[in-house]
């Protein structure tokens, strides 16, 4: 249990997926002007990325690595990526029609953020069992929802303070990244210790 | 759905969020409206060349997402309105459709892993962990949905020019 935990805080806050490893910028930067759509984003990201974070392991475990179709890793994780939002638009669909009207809009969006194929990539790179990969993928992608609302709340503060002419608009919403990467790299000290 | 701005409303509906839609027809009580696009799509530099509308954010969705309202006073067809839904509606709809299903997977799948041992079985039990969560889900949805919870109720005709993107 010990070791699910701490894999859980090193996905999730020391190799943060946005502000450590540098993916889903788009996403970070283009979804987080308000709190309630960074909130439905990362809800959203989180299911497909574990989802076709798990879908990626199989099919590499069971698939790809025994008959030695690696070239294809790429291509085959990007159709697990399409196919995963397009099923989780559909069940949404299917669940509740008045919450597809709600999130409905975020979920195409996911299909080009490159932390669900990079995640899926770490994963054949970490060589670990279906338990552990699941758990990794679905604590970076919290990490990820985590910094999204972090930073939408940042920035909807941001809209309501007085900010030099030039630094208005996205100069001051990439400071604030800077300062908020800064803090996460806090946590790093907790993999020295 | 935007954040709430300053006016009349807000002091009578101080949790809800706004967004813009057009009235697309009338069926005697009910008015059928089309959220307008909202996101950061609207102000992309790049949105004329965008591939992302071949997936749908723009005009094949919006038919997709059409949503009635019952209680307008009123409305014809091309009026631009705001309607609001209630600010915690959108964290428990993300709960109800994203959290549940992915909670009852991994449940499924620790049990079957300490259980068992082996990893063909963890996966087995994780998908049909994942199918029991979207039936929980569904139910849990239709009991929001029969509260009126998720409805999205008429706020206000929208002033000319106004969208709810926030510079």
Redo the contacts between chains.
Sequence with gaps: MREYALLVISAALVNNVVLMRFLGLCPFM??T?????A??MG??T??VL??SA?LDW?LETYLLEPYGLGYLRTVTFVLVIAASVQFAEA??????P????????YL??I??NCAVLGISLLLVEGKV???HS??FA?ASAIGFSLVMVLFAGLR?RL?LTEVPRIFV?PPIGFITASLLALAFMGFSGMSAG | MGAASDNETDLIEPDMMEGIANVVAVDGSVAWLEPEQTGSCGSCKSSGACGAKGIGTVASRLEERRFPLTSHPGLKVGDRVVVGVREDALVQASMTVYAVPLLTMFAAGFLAQWGSGSEGMTIVACAAGLGLGFVIAHLRARRLSAHGKMAPRFLRRARIGETCQIE
């Design positions: 283009g979804v002007t308000r709190i309630d759509a909130v439905g809800m959203a989180t299911f574990t989802l798990v199989t069940v949404v669909k299917k669940v509740s008045v919450l597809f009207q709600m999130l409905g809009i195409p969006l299909a080009t069992d279906f338990m699941a758990v679905f909807e809209a608009g």
